[in-house]
């Protein structure tokens, strides 16, 4: 009911200092510090996957597998497999992989689809907002029914129902007009299932912003002074909009690498052999009982990466948006 | 306190006896069907209500007299007479006669019989695969079935076939109640109608996704069932199913995954229960109609590039040998020739003789679910496209639903995948022609070889043991060298008991276990 | 207030006419001909034909203009689509194409158990999440606080089912407290009157059988309750302290009322609205939750239902429940904004 956006005109105004004042605010956020620290150490990890963990993270040895973390075996043990205590730090999986080596990589996968995930449904959804909050009229009703339609969908449901029915394995298919065929992996069609459920919620935080904006001052006088209303548009509404949609962004990546996950576990992810953290867990689902630790470390892997998310964004949110401080 | 542990004591006492009656059978799956579904966690239920003509002799592949009492077959094979036991009925009151095995026979059959409901969605799968095909459709088997008297029936065939009693003794072939099924129509065999039968057990209540249950029938025309009651679970992951049977909150335990084999063991309270041999194989097959598949070499290749010995050892350990070839080992007709061995160098050389120096992509489909065969389709098939990419073929992994999964191998969909097979009978025929025959093979394998052809055709209708012997030898030769497939393991199913559980005897044949003869003590 | 409610009401048809064409159209674009999904591609063509008739497939997707010249108006809704949304609006979701059933009836029976498991999951969310909440404000920016806060900014970034298996290693398979999987031990006759367990065996007086589905709800619905136990603890705190910075209770407390009076008889009540809302927009996010979760513990309720029917792409099963489930949403959703508009006399209805 009571709209939770559009405190930002009074900022604009001030613009620069602003936004150099926000940024020092969340340098010394003790919040946006444990953030940061989590997400950089992850993606430094991730990145540097192949010099910490060299070998491939798909080849098989059965001669090792489903070996606990070898800091727990006894040296008999050890020396049966001729493995020291610290060669095998999370132990290895059903095929006989280095387990921290696939945690690594499964980062680059996780990383990777949030990231491409959140800017697909981010452009889309920025776009789509704009033009309804802007024009208003028809396209509004539209885009705003698209958007109740959407979110109609509790959480992860609408993902699982468009993954599902995108198939398993390689999806190829041809547009009309274009030559060539487009191949989406079974990833890719598991990422646009989850961009989808994200785009409405990006529509309606820009479209909110927008409403409020188009009304206050600055805008009105870009108006009275006689500006081209698309150049209003993208000089003046989205800039000032932006904070809120920043704040979603980093609270949705967690989103995307939560959701991600759990279409992994349920099959309709990414298939075997990547090492995707989801799809990890579920391997070790089977097997809990004789190796836990196949589904802890990928599981402690998503929560840390999600942790980190959220952290930043509630910093973010504390941050740019003070009114908003309390709120959830 | 005291009132208390009164109370625990008294509840306890009830608790024993309410259980003492009823028996829990703990599988992967609650049925499909109860009709026409063709997999072991709807037989297994189906084969305790309804029974067959022909049954088999206790956790052996040899068969006996069941509802049909005798039967013999006409001079040249090509008609069957059946003495069925009289003085049958099925639960629902309906006399089992002759009239009923020709309705049960017909509706199979025959695709254009209104009670087959093959409209409806019905797929009696199990009759081409084994009968070979459908009334009127090419090469199929069954001609008609004629009512003699009331108590014999008489089945004639379009060619000679000298073990029709083992066919119609496999698990699919039960007889139900032709009122039941007239009345329920295409529901029928699903969780509202449940099936009528002439079985020691009678259905109750199907509460999906939960439990099935079923009632000891009091007026079974042969000796009462020892439990009063059967209820079968569904309890996907194996280890859930193996702490739900040391919770003892289940009496019988199937499929568990071969990892589990020693925590078993070790365990008191439980009982390892495995037939001594079980009539299966699991097998890659590879799709030669294709490139590049087509040419002997890759297929060879690939024989050569996977361990299978590191594979079996692996997901199988005790409860697995390493196969080469298709009919089992205590089946006659073998070769007993020595396996391709491990060679990724001797693979790389084959690949790049038929002109893939550099290797090749393909598919590798794997099931996506655990059948005995294989317990755990994922890890070997990763395992295996491991092994294969170390030769340069790249297998990108696949899978899909199993139901469709076994339409799209038969349409040759699939350039390698993984199945297998459990027998419906003992013989090495059904170890041959499910696969290679002139109607199947050109299917999973697109396998095209006449010699072969006419060879399955001449040992089915031969005559001697030893006649038979030469001829399955032969074709065993032509399959070693042509590699159409590739043998990988001759596994053995793992189940398990509670220690107070007697007379569980997991049958060579998988499904056909009868559960009248089980106690709990 | 009426025309509100009536306003509200028209304002869902276009909503509920969106999802069923997203939910019509989705599998149809991508898997083609339901009646060779059904009958396999080796069937026969007649076969084909035959079902294909039988379910409506002959007619146009969405306008019959060929009816529309016969019959007029009628004729021109005699399609694949509206076919579809009459029967949905009269109950029937055709049938699960492996097993044949009515897909009514077996949402029917699997409802009741995700029901049942939602309701639990809240309850342990709200009696855990609300006293956190306030004692979290209360103790603002203190050690508490912070612990408080961190621990649901941790609980919303588990994966539900990672902390499902997890609970299981830990409660059933080391500790043998409870059980891994199922409503209610084997052992037990069913006899269902409700289908919700706990009730049925309150209702029978059957205190083993009560105690038994109690025993089975504790792991699932912690798991599931997790998510919006951390969204509640926020939510009260945040709604705590600005009822707290507000005048009448800086009034009150001035007034020398003790400080439990003032936070029971003022602050909470007032405090509490806002949480009543997220706990309905939850239960959405509960039904979803659930496939999850009932997956994890082999729950038959719909979650594991839908999963199952996903698996063997059995898509009348997966339309009915994703249909089912969003109309839930929505009505779940329509419900709580007008109790909220019921409870709280500063909201316009305008």
Partial sequence: MASTVGNSSAKASKGQSLAQDALKRFFRNPTAILGLSILSLIILMTIFAPLLRPGDPLKSNLKVRQLPPSWTMSQADLDKKKITAWTYPFGTDVQGRDLLMRVLYGGRISLRAGLVAVIFSVSIGMVLGLVAGFFGGWIDIVIVWLVDVLLAFPGILLAIALASALGAGTLSFQLPFLPFAFELSSIEKALIAISITQIPIFIRITRASVISLRESEFVQAAKSLGANPRRTMWLHVLPNGLSPILIQLTLSIGTVVLDMAALGFLGLGAQPPAPEWGAMISDGFGRFRSAPWLSIFPGLAIFLTVVGFNLLGDALRDVLDPRLKNVS | ?521 | ?350
């Fill in chain 2, 1 to 521: 306190m005291k009132k208390l542990a009164l109370l625990l004591l008294s509840l306890l006492a009830f608790w024993s006896v309410a259980n003492a009656q009823t028996l829990v059978f703990g599988q992967s799956r609650l049925p499909i069907s109860l009709d026409t579904a063709t997999d072991g966690n709807s037989l297994t239920v189906g084969y305790q209500i309804v029974e067959n003509l022909v049954g088999f002799k206790e956790s052996s592949a040899e068969i006996e007299p069941l509802l049909a009492e005798s039967w013999e077959a006409s001079e040249d094979a090509k008609s069957w007479t059946f003495h069925l036991r009289q003085g049958v009925s099925f639960t629902d009151g309906t006399p089992f006669n002759a009239e009923a095995v020709k309705f049960n026979i017909d509706r199979w059959n025959n695709q254009d019989n209104p009670y087959a409901f093959a409209a409806e969605g019905k797929d009696f799968t199990a009759w081409p695969s084994i009968f070979t095909n459908f009334y009127g459709e090419e090469g199929y088997i069954v001609e008609s079935v004629d009512v003699v008297d009331e108590y014999t029936a008489q089945i004639n065939l379009t060619r000679p076939l000298g073990y029709l009693p083992q066919l119609l003794a496999a698990a699919y072939f039960g007889m139900h109640s032709p009122k039941a099924v007239m009345e329920s129509g295409f529901e029928y065999g699903g969780p509202t109608k449940g099936v009528v039968g002439t079985g020691p057990f009678v259905f109750v209540e199907w509460i999906d996704g939960d439990r099935l249950t079923l009632d000891r029938n009091e007026d079974y025309w042969g000796e009462n069932a020892k439990v009063e009651k059967l209820v079968f679970r569904g309890i996907e992951e194996a280890a859930t199913r193996l702490a739900e049977l040391e919770a003892g909150s289940i009496d019988i335990a199937v499929n568990l995954s071969p990892d589990d084999y020693e925590a078993v063991s070790n365990n008191a309270d439980l009982k390892v229960v495995f037939p001594d041999a079980d009539l299966r194989v699991g097998y890659v097959g590879m799709h030669q109609a294709n490139k590049p598949f087509d040419d002997v070499r890759v297929r060879q290749a690939l024989a050569y590039a996977i361990d299978k010995d590191a594979i079996v050892e692996a997901f199988y350990g005790e409860l697995g040998a390493v196969a080469n070839e298709f009919i089992p080992p205590s089946l006659i007709g073998r070769l007993e020739n020595d396996p391709y061995p491990y060679d990724p160098e001797k693979a790389k050389e084959l690949l790049a003789e038929a002109g893939y120096a550099d290797g090749f992509d393909t598919q590798f489909w794997y099931m996506p679910v655990s059948r005995p065969y294989y317990p755990n389709p994922k890890d070997v098939a990763e395992a295996i496209a491991s092994m294969l990419s170390e030769v340069g073929i790249n297998a990108e992994l696949m899978t899909e639903d199993w139901g469709i999964y076994l339409d799209d191998y038969a349409l040759g969909k699939f350039p390698i995948y993984m199945l297998g097979w459990s027998a419906d009978f003992a013989d090495s025929d059904n170890f041959i022609s499910p696969f290679f025959s002139r109607t199947q093979g050109p299917d999973g394998f697109g396998w095209n070889n006449a010699e072969a052809f006419d060879l399955i055709e001449a040992a089915q209708s031969a005559g001697t043991v030893e006649e038979r012997t030469a001829i399955y030898q032969q074709i065993e030769q032509i399959l070693y060298d042509e590699l159409p497939a590739m043998p990988l393991v001759n596994p053995r199913s793992l189940s398990a008991t509670r220690a107070n559980i007697e007379g569980f005897l997991p049958n060579p044949l998988g499904s056909t276990v009868p559960f009248r003869t089980i106690t709990k003590n």
């Fill in chain 3, 1 to 350: 207030m009426s025309a509100y409610i009536i306003r509200r009401l028209l304002g869902l048809i276009p909503v509920l006419f969106g999802i069923s064409l997203l939910v019509f159209i989705i599998p149809r674009a991508v898997r083609g001909d339901p009646a060779t999904i059904i009958l396999g591609e080796r069937a026969e063509p007649a076969t084909l034909e035959r079902l294909r008739e039988q379910l409506g497939l002959n007619r146009p997707l969405f306008f019959n203009q060929e009816g529309f010249q016969e019959k007029g108006i009628a004729g021109l809704f005699d399609s694949q689509y509206f076919q579809f949304l009459s029967k949905a609006l009269r109950g029937d979701l055709g049938r699960s194409i492996f097993r044949l059933t009515q897909v009514r009836d077996e949402l029917a029976q699997r409802f009741p158990a995700t029901f049942e498991l939602s309701i639990v999951a809240m309850f342990f969310a709200f009696i855990i999440g609300v006293p956190a909440g306030v004692i979290a404000a209360l103790n603002r920016g203190k050690l508490l606080d912070t612990g408080i806060m961190f621990a649901a900014l941790a609980g919303v970034s588990f994966p539900v089912f990672w902390l499902a298996i997890i609970l299981i290693y830990a409660f059933s398979v080391n500790l043998g407290w409870l059980p891994p999987s199922g409503r209610i031990d084997i052992s037990f006759e069913i006899n269902p009157i409700t289908r919700l367990y706990v009730l049925d065996g309150l209702l029978r007086g059957d205190v083993r059988f009560t105690l038994n589905a109690i025993k089975h709800l504790v792991l699932p619905s912690i798991a599931l309750g997790t998510i919006p136990l951390a969204i509640i603890v926020r939510m009260t705190r945040s709604s705590m302290l600005e009822v707290l910075g507000q005048d009448y209770v800086r009034t009150a407390r001035a007034k020398g009322l003790k400080q439990r009076l003032v936070i029971n008889k003022h602050a909470l009540r007032n405090a509490l609205l806002p949480v009543i809302t997220v706990i309905g927009l939850s239960f959405g996010g509960l039904l979803s939750g659930a496939i999850l979760t009932e997956t994890v513990f082999a729950w038959p309720g719909i979650g594991k239902w839908v999963y199952d029917a996903i698996a063997a792409r059995d898509y009348p099963i997966i339309q009915g429940g994703v249909l089912f489930v969003a109309f839930i949403f929505v009505i779940v959703n329509l419900l709580v904004d007008l109790s909220y508009a019921l409870i709280d006399p500063r909201i316009q209805y305008s």
